[in-house]
């Protein structure tokens, strides 16, 4: 079994900037895939962004691509750094860990999820 622990949710102006942070523990995972979903009030739940632990790939959604930088680790955590944030970015957003090679932005694809931190930005 894998726990994910997001940190560093929060409230900022538009155009500012926030960093998530995700601590995986539990069994090995290391050649799985880690990354984040958002859900916005009404909407589903939306891919992020991935990055492939073993290789270091990573994918972005096309509304995050140039703003947002996944990274990584040598401890298991995984960061989101979110920059020129929108209004539109605000949502609930969770940390995933597993995935499939091809199917990386597939939500139906990822056995272990976190609670999710709420991440508000105003206009």
């Known amino acids: 079994q894998v726990q994910l622990l997001e940190s560093g949710g929060g409230l900022v102006q538009a155009g500012g900037s926030l960093k998530l942070s995700c601590a995986a523990s539990?069994?090995?995972?290391?050649?799985?895939?880690m990354g984040w979903f958002r859900q916005a009030p009404g909407k589903e739940r939306d891919f992020v962004a991935v990055?492939?632990?073993?290789?270091?790939?990573t994918y972005y959604a096309d509304s995050v691509k140039g703003r947002f930088t996944i990274s990584r680790d040598t401890k298991n955590t995984v960061y989101l750094q979110m920059n020129s944030l929108q209004f539109e970015d605000t949502a609930v957003y969770y940390c995933?860990?597993?995935?499939?090679?091809?199917?990386?932005?597939?939500?139906?694809?990822?056995?272990?999820w976190g609670l999710g931190t709420q991440v508000t930005v105003s206009s």
């Open positions: 995933v860990c597993g995935g499939r090679p091809g199917l990386w932005r597939s939500r139906n694809e990822y056995e272990h």
């Open positions: 539990g069994r090995t995972f290391r050649n799985y895939a």
């Open positions: 990055i492939i632990w073993n290789a270091g790939t």
